[in-house]
């Protein structure tokens, strides 16, 4: 599940490559965070609710669509302001400099 979800992120990233880099180049601050993860579940609550509606393919995909951004978007907020770090967390660097 998490490699075939993985695999729909880095889609929806090749896929919003037009709006920059998200992973170097976008340097947002919480408040932008915030509305961008408030936007895109607004988005994915309204593709859930049509999926009772109308299940369709293209429903679904949609519903696939918004989960990916918003996982994008999580990612960044723990790069950003979590303790991610180049792949690192803020444990592995305090052990590595203890050793």
């Not at 993985?6 to 919003?16: F, G, I, S, T, V």
Request: some cysteine.
């Amino acid at each position: 599940m998490i490699d075939k979800f993985a695999l729909c992120m880095q889609k929806e990233l090749r896929d919003n490559h037009e709006k920059g880099d998200m992973a170097v180049g976008w340097k947002p601050d919480v408040y932008t965070l915030i509305a961008e993860n408030s936007w895109h579940v607004g988005k994915l609550h309204n593709a859930l609710l049509t999926c009772l509606e109308a299940d369709s393919k293209a429903t679904r995909a949609k519903v696939t669509e918004y989960a990916a951004d918003i996982a994008n978007i999580m990612a960044k907020t723990a790069h950003t302001f979590g303790n991610l770090e180049h792949g690192k967390t803020v444990v592995d660097q305090a052990e590595k400099k203890a050793v």
